[in-house]
């Protein structure tokens, strides 16, 4: 455990609420990452936008978050954050019948971190696949799935700045192309990158702790609460995706 | 992006536990609860499979490691026949705390009564999982979420108490080893707290006292009242409390009378009822005091004697005599002819 990342504490909801306005900038950046995928396809299944118009709309609804200090107003005692959010979400939405307005109030916050057309790309590729779950579990879904990347991205930085490139290379041959179907065996990875058994077994313990580690930390940042991290946790673990609400 | 197979490992990979290093390796998992998971593993060095039970909550304070090495802590100082032994307790590469324990290999109480055992065979089980808390009360400990998910049936019949995670040091101040949240109508529950304390159990089993959040009164007979609920829902199939939200449940612990025993199986004998009826009083002072005496009074009934709970009349108790006596009555009419025969043929 020695060679661990250190793991961080810091609430990106609880820093949307503060007084600095670089701390404010900083959380909902972390907000904008971990939250804009699900919104945009919220935007544009649940609400039946076009795809302009949903992009359109996921940016002007962070901006205008940032803006009026929408998130500042969560209370953790009330529910959990992204309940909150998607419901800030559906009142914008509800609210913003003017294209013109939109376009004026677009292209700030998050057009930096969103990949519209990835997002689109995806919603292509599903296709039916994500058809009788209810917006709210579509919402959820998309919320878990948006935490695992961030997570995998997080990962593969901080293998690379700590000289451990070979261990998310292991990691992402075993655990995301094989995905656990078994074509790839530990065997087959030592032959590939040169190492012993033990020691592929040991790196991919290594890795796996860490992303654990920084799935968890990205949790804690898009939660209000320890008891709200609790519970996000334990769905975001071991529940499906589709009921963690 | 992640689709929907990977994301579903990736799930699996970051909640699996990380034994590298230790003497186990993982098998399967078993169930999760509420803050933790049992994961079926081998244990290497003994060449034998066992269960790891192991955190499954992110626990920055270390609140709830502690929680779960207090409830190892406490299983390890119950050493009794009908109670999982622990084996080892310690901390994962992962920095999770985990116990190890006996793997018990069965079926849960619930699934074990649908392969409809005989009546007998119900009452000496059932008198198994009393003498195992009569045990824990022994060593002043309540276990508060006593149920038949909560307990396994061995393949040679043996009763084990599992999930000690919420029990109580009688007298223990406050509440503060109870480590669970949880508030489904058939998981255990702790809800908001109340003016008297936290609700902390599962509704459909609780006593009223316990579902009202007063955990300054819970004390053996807490215990007492979910056995007499086990017993209830053994003998009539179905337990007391069984429809409703968990809120809804737990006000009808506190305001209901379940329907009689008898009621809805007119099979089971009367001093039997009585005795779920008293196990299942709603005020503590009128139950059997410790799991001991309810134990002592099914046994009562199983040798055919009167029962504690139940006042006789004089023609049941002649009949309850009559069909304890039966064999033996049998045996002395047998003699008296055989004798009378013997008798009469010598006579000749």
Not at chain 1, 92 to 114: H, I, P, S, W, Y
Not at chain 1, 164 to 185: I, N, P, Q, W
Not at chain 2, 245 to 255: D, F, G, K, P, T
């Amino acid at each position: 455990m020695a060679d661990r990342f250190p793991t961080t504490h810091w609430s990106a909801v609880r820093g949307a609420g503060s007084a600095e306005p670089e701390e404010r900038r900083r959380s909902l950046e972390a907000i904008v990452a971990a939250y804009w995928r699900p919104v945009y396809k919220h935007v544009r299944l649940s609400r039946n936008r076009s795809p302009e118009d949903a992009e359109d709309l996921t940016q002007a609804f962070f901006t205008r978050a940032f803006e009026k200090e929408f998130f500042a107003g969560y209370d953790p005692a009330k529910g959990r954050f992204r309940t909150f959010l998607r419901t800030c979400v559906d009142r914008f939405v509800a609210n913003e019948d003017k294209a013109a307005q939109r376009l004026k109030r677009g292209g700030g916050m998050a057009q930096e971190t969103c990949d519209f057309a990835a997002a689109e790309a995806e919603i292509a590729a599903a296709g039916a696949a994500g058809g009788g779950r209810s917006p709210e579990e579509a919402f959820d879904a998309e919320w878990v799935r948006s935490l695992f990347a961030l997570a995998v991205e997080a990962l593969r930085s901080e293998c690379a700045a700590a000289g451990k490139s070979r261990h998310f290379e292991l990691f992402r041959r075993y655990d995301l192309e094989d995905a656990g179907e078994g074509k790839v065996t530990y065997d087959d990875l030592a032959r590939e990158f040169s190492l012993t058994p033990s020691l592929v077994t040991n790196h991919l313990a290594w890795v796996r702790r860490e992303f654990r580690r920084i799935l968890l930390d990205t949790l804690r940042q898009v939660t209000g609460s320890d008891e709200e991290f609790r519970l996000e946790a334990r769905l975001l673990l071991g529940g499906e995706p589709g009921h963690a609400g | 992006m992640l689709d929907d197979a990977r994301l579903a490992h990736l799930r699996a990979v970051a909640d699996l536990p990380d034994l590298t290093g230790t003497r186990y390796r993982l098998i399967r998992r078993l169930g999760r609860g509420g803050m933790a998971t049992v994961y079926l593993v081998e244990d290497i060095a003994l060449g034998r499979e066992a269960a790891l039970k192991v955190l499954t909550d992110p626990d920055p304070t270390g609140e709830m490691a502690a929680r779960l090495v207090a409830e190892a802590r406490l299983l390890a100082g119950l050493e009794h026949p009908n109670l999982a032994p622990v084996h080892d307790v310690g901390t994962l590469p992962d920095g999770r705390v985990f116990y190890v324990m006996k793997y018990v290999r069965g079926a849960r109480l619930d699934a074990w009564i649908a392969t409809s055992p005989d009546r007998p065979a119900v009452l000496r089980l059932f008198v198994k999982v009393c003498d195992a808390v009569a045990f824990a009360h022994a060593h002043g400990v309540v276990h508060r979420d006593l149920k038949p998910q909560n307990i396994m049936v061995g393949e040679f019949g043996e009763a084990l108490v599992m999930d000690w995670g919420v029990a109580k040091r009688i007298g223990a101040a406050g509440d503060a080893d109870a480590p669970t949240l949880r508030l489904e109508a058939d998981a255990p529950s702790r809800r908001p707290a109340t003016r008297a304390g936290s609700v902390i159990g599962t509704p459909a089993w609780m006593a009223p006292e316990q579902a009202r959040g007063e955990v300054g009164a819970i004390d053996p007979r807490t215990d007492v009242y979910a056995l007499g609920a086990i017993l209830y829902s053994l003998l009539g199939r179905r337990a007391p409390v069984d429809a409703g939200s968990a809120e809804e449940i737990l006000r009808r612990v506190v305001e209901d009378v379940p329907p009689a025993l008898r009621s809805i199986e007119p099979s089971v004998p009367r001093p039997l009822a009585a005795i779920v009826a008293r196990a299942m009083s709603k005020q503590q002072v009128d139950r059997y005091p410790r799991a001991g005496d309810l134990s002592a009074d099914v046994l009562r009934f199983l040798d055919g004697a009167a029962v504690e709970a139940y006042p006789e009349s004089i023609l049941e108790r002649g009949g309850r005599i009559l069909a304890r006596t039966r064999t033996l009555a049998a045996l002395i009419a047998a003699y008296l002819i055989t004798r009378v025969l013997v008798l009469w043929l010598t006579g000749r």
